[in-house]
């Protein structure tokens, strides 16, 4: 009975995970609209890396971050924000728009919640940034994984900039903004109201009995993903900013793809 516990377990992580990969390398936008300021339209640029390992309900794990400033000018007033706003759990695969009781906890070193922010004064042109938000769980934390959507707030040449990730938007207005009426994929960031699209990523909460093949294979999945993105980008037109965006093996633009029921905690249309 415990083997195939474990067995099931580790097929449902996988296929987490596998899902994860599979919407990276066919659904990321191979277009753009028009760009509301001076920013790279490709958001991610901002993101160096994301890392969340897994743990089980009870441990403790941390979103570790690099951001960068890939823009040739200062910005200031930067704010950077990671909040918890969906759940897929396991088993059963049930997606909810809002965490479910005694969910996980982020914090900032100072308060704890379903989200925290990091901010710094200035960010001078070029410059790596780095920090991490601690991540609880409970004995009662439901086992699944749970979608972190992501914004980073700044100033440059006196204009307030916003980018966020796809969990900030509802189903509708993300897909009137990312596909075109012939289906050819886009990025309209106007229609949005954002300077860009930020990664986001996922916490993963497991039961008892994970093991070191189960670790691998999770850390494996987030490698592939970013890999695929990789090749992606690389065979397509690439941002206009002409930057990269550094390593992405740890996020995945949209945690959970269009395979939600219903949205989120988001913004309406």
């Known amino acids: ?10 097929l449902g992580t996988a296929g987490v995970f596998l899902t994860v990969l599979l919407l990276l390398v066919t659904v990321l936008p ?11 339209e490709d958001g991610a640029a901002f993101v160096v890396s994301f890392s969340l390992p897994p743990t089980t309900a009870g441990g403790r794990t941390a979103l570790t971050f690099v951001l960068q400033n890939p823009l040739s000018i200062p910005v200031t007033h930067v704010t950077f924000t990671a909040e918890i706003y969906a759940f897929n759990a396991f088993p059963g695969n049930a997606t909810s728009p809002q965490p479910p009781p005694n969910a996980p906890l982020i914090g900032n070193g100072s308060t704890t919640g379903s989200s925290a922010s990091q901010s710094w004064a200035a960010w001078p042109a070029g410059s790596r940034w780095s920090g991490s938000f601690p991540v609880t769980s409970s004995a009662a934390t439901p086992v699944g994984t749970y979608a972190i959507r992501t914004r980073l707030i700044l100033v440059d040449n006196g204009s307030t900039d916003r980018l966020e990730s796809r969990g900030w938007f509802s189903a509708a207005l993300w897909a009137s903004a990312t596909e075109t009426s012939n289906g050819t ?8 109201g954002v300077e860009g699209v930020l990664p986001e990523t996922a916490a993963q909460i497991v039961g008892p009995g994970l093991n070191g093949l189960l670790v691998g294979l999770v850390v494996a999945a987030f490698v592939l993903a970013g890999v695929g993105a990789f090749l992606y980008f690389r065979r397509g037109p690439g941002s206009r900013s002409g930057m990269e965006a550094g390593s992405a093996a740890n996020h995945a633009p949209r945690a959970f793809g269009t395979k939600r029921r219903r949205d989120g905690d988001s913004r309406s249309n």
Do not use: D, I, V
């Open 1 to 10: 009975m415990a083997g195939r516990s474990l067995r099931g377990t580790t």
């Open 185 to 192: 994929a886009t990025l309209n960031l106007s229609r949005l």
């Open 30 to 40: 191979t277009g753009a609209g028009r760009s509301l300021g001076a920013l790279p």
